[in-house]
């Protein structure tokens, strides 16, 4: 059996309005559930490999609900922690026919925001090749800062091949330059970093995937997958720089979440042994057909309809 992949964040219960509107003024509303590393473990399961999910949540309906969903999705749920004392955070995200949509947090002091370094002493890291983080943990509370760095600690100790979503959520940050600093130092200790080239702007200074590729190289990282938006992927290494193409979209219906379905995509194929480019070409698709549905992670694809959209026969 095949090593898994390890996921640590905050799942979060997630109101969709079921129509246009001010959030304030919408009045119906769908049940799911969001959160960045959520929809990459969501991901990774359908393409049919093994995940697990380290977490914190309330004891009530959205804990309740999220740990549901991860049983239906066969997400590992054993080193789900539940607290007493907080709740599990929740939000409401608008629908809209263009453009993004607004989003709206009740995630202060969450039972998410309560991880910590002892949480991370329960995983025993010799079941796993991969663990995927994004900026946002390290953004909740000194504590979850803490605890993500030890997780990086912990899992190149245990030789797990690490990637790193920057995410940016700079409302949940005390300061930009704080949000920099600690999102950079993440991803030098990482060996696949996935920047946004909007993300390059603020964190290095640049949109453009060439030196955003230098900066991240020269703090560390193995390698550097910029996301172009519809162009595709800029893929770089010491030995290789490529840009990858983007797949055709017949309507975006929603864009949250896209990103998290590339990485799903591409960490999947690389768990699979492919290269580099190639993987980054299976994300470039899986993110693809997840702008094209509504939900945060409604739309990733299992492994048939993938190859379909792909235009290939086998994965």
Same mark, same amino acid.
């Given at each position: 059996?095949?090593?898994? %992949?390890?996921? $640590?964040?905050?799942?979060? *219960?997630?109101? +969709?309005?079921?129509?246009?509107?001010? !959030?304030?003024?919408?009045?119906?509303?769908?049940?799911?559930?969001?959160?960045?590393?959520?929809? @990459?473990?969501?991901g990774l399961?359908?393409?049919?490999?093994?995940?697990?999910?380290?977490?914190? !949540?309330?004891? #009530?309906?959205?804990?309740?609900? +999220? @740990?549901? &969903?991860?049983?239906?999705?066969?997400?590992?749920?054993?080193?789900?922690?539940y607290s007493?004392?907080?709740?599990?955070?929740?939000? !409401?995200?608008?629908?809209?026919?263009?453009?993004?949509?607004?989003?709206?947090? =009740?995630?202060?002091?969450?039972?998410?925001?309560?991880?910590?370094?002892?949480? &991370?002493?329960?995983? #025993?890291?010799?079941?796993?090749?991969?663990?995927?983080?994004? *900026?946002?943990?390290?953004?909740?509370?000194?504590?979850?800062?803490?605890?993500?760095?030890?997780?990086?600690?912990?899992?190149?100790?245990?030789?797990?091949? $690490?990637?790193? #979503?920057?995410?940016?959520?700079?409302?949940?940050?005390?300061?930009?330059?704080?949000?920099?600093?600690?999102?950079?130092?993440?991803?030098?200790?990482?060996?696949?970093? =996935?920047?946004?080239?909007?993300?390059?702007?603020?964190?290095?200074?640049?949109?453009?995937?060439?030196?955003?590729?230098?900066?991240?190289?020269?703090?560390?990282?193995?390698?550097?997958?910029?996301? @172009?938006?519809?162009? *595709?992927? =800029? &893929?770089?290494?010491?030995?290789?720089?490529?840009?990858?193409?983007?797949f055709k979209?017949?309507? $975006? +219906?929603?864009?949250?979440?896209?990103? #998290?379905?590339?990485?799903?995509?591409?960490?999947?194929?690389?768990?699979?042994?492919?290269? !580099?480019?190639?993987? %980054?070409?299976?994300?470039?698709?899986?993110?693809?057909?997840? %702008?094209?549905?509504?939900?945060?992670?409604?739309?990733?694809?299992?492994?048939?309809?993938?190859?379909?959209?792909?235009?290939?026969?086998?994965?």
């Amino acid at each position: 059996m095949s090593k898994g %992949v390890m996921l $640590v964040g905050e799942p979060m *219960g997630l109101f +969709i309005a079921q129509s246009e509107g001010a !959030l304030e003024q919408v009045t119906g509303y769908s049940l799911a559930v969001a959160g960045a590393e959520f929809n @990459v473990a969501v991901g990774l399961a359908r393409l049919e490999h093994g995940v697990t999910y380290l977490t914190k !949540l309330g004891n #009530d309906p959205f804990g309740k609900l +999220i @740990v549901s &969903v991860l049983g239906q999705n066969k997400i590992g749920s054993e080193f789900v922690r539940y607290s007493n004392e907080r709740s599990t955070g929740f939000m !409401l995200k608008s629908m809209v026919s263009e453009g993004d949509p607004e989003i709206f947090y =009740f995630r202060k002091n969450s039972a998410a925001s309560t991880l910590s370094k002892e949480d &991370v002493d329960a995983v #025993d890291f010799s079941n796993y090749s991969f663990l995927h983080l994004t *900026g946002i943990l390290p953004a909740l509370t000194p504590s979850t800062r803490e605890a993500t760095f030890y997780l990086v600690e912990k899992a190149r100790e245990n030789g797990l091949s $690490v990637s790193f #979503d920057p995410n940016l959520r700079p409302q949940l940050w005390e300061s930009k330059e704080k949000m920099v600093e600690v999102i950079n130092k993440l991803a030098a200790k990482a060996d696949i970093v =996935f920047p946004g080239e909007a993300e390059g702007e603020i964190l290095c200074g640049s949109r453009d995937p060439e030196a955003i590729s230098d900066f991240y190289l020269r703090l560390g990282a193995k390698a550097v997958v910029t996301k @172009v938006g519809s162009k *595709g992927a =800029f &893929v770089a290494t010491a030995a290789e720089r490529i840009m990858v193409p983007g797949f055709k979209v017949e309507k $975006v +219906i929603d864009t949250v979440g896209a990103g #998290d379905g590339f990485a799903a995509g591409t960490i999947s194929a690389l768990m699979e042994g492919k290269k !580099l480019k190639d993987a %980054v070409l299976r994300g470039n698709a899986v993110g693809a057909i997840q %702008v094209m549905s509504r939900g945060d992670n409604d739309g990733l694809p299992g492994r048939e309809a993938l190859a379909k959209f792909m235009g290939l026969q086998t994965l």
